[in-house]
């Protein structure tokens, strides 16, 4: 069974940085193409980030030049580097894994929650 994890939410201020980790278990880690979404309060889901199988990231306009994203292959694992923290990030993040290997099946991490606030 397929399980991510994330971590590494928290409050911090405007202008501020945190740095999210997903870790996945259980499955085939480097197959996977990634993703980051959050779900701001009293809004929907919205996709952050993309990580595909070998590296390359895509981001939303809202978070570009502010956001990066990394994997590591070796310990299944996808980090979000988070700068530049607006009020409007504030939101619960999660991660996704994407299988197409054989059928397309998408497993969701349970999120963390950031707050960027004074």
């Known amino acids: 069974q397929v399980q991510l994890v994330e971590s590494g939410g928290g409050l911090v201020q405007p202008g501020g940085s945190l740095r999210l980790s997903c870790a996945v278990s259980?499955?085939?880690?480097?197959?996977?193409?990634m993703e980051w979404y959050r779900q701001p309060p009293g809004k929907q889901r919205e996709l952050v980030a993309t990580?595909?199988?070998?590296?390359?990231?895509n981001f939303a306009d809202a978070v570009k030049g502010r956001f990066t994203s990394s994997r590591d292959n070796a310990k299944n694992s996808v980090h979000l580097q988070m700068n530049s923290l607006k009020s409007e990030d504030t939101a619960v993040y999660f991660c996704?894994?994407?299988?197409?290997?054989?059928?397309?099946?998408?497993?969701w991490g349970q999120g963390t929650q950031v707050t960027v606030s004074s």
């Open positions: 996704k894994a994407i299988d197409t290997l054989v059928t397309v099946t998408e497993y």
């Open positions: 259980g499955g085939s880690f480097r197959i996977y193409t």
């Open positions: 990580i595909a199988r070998d590296g390359k990231t």
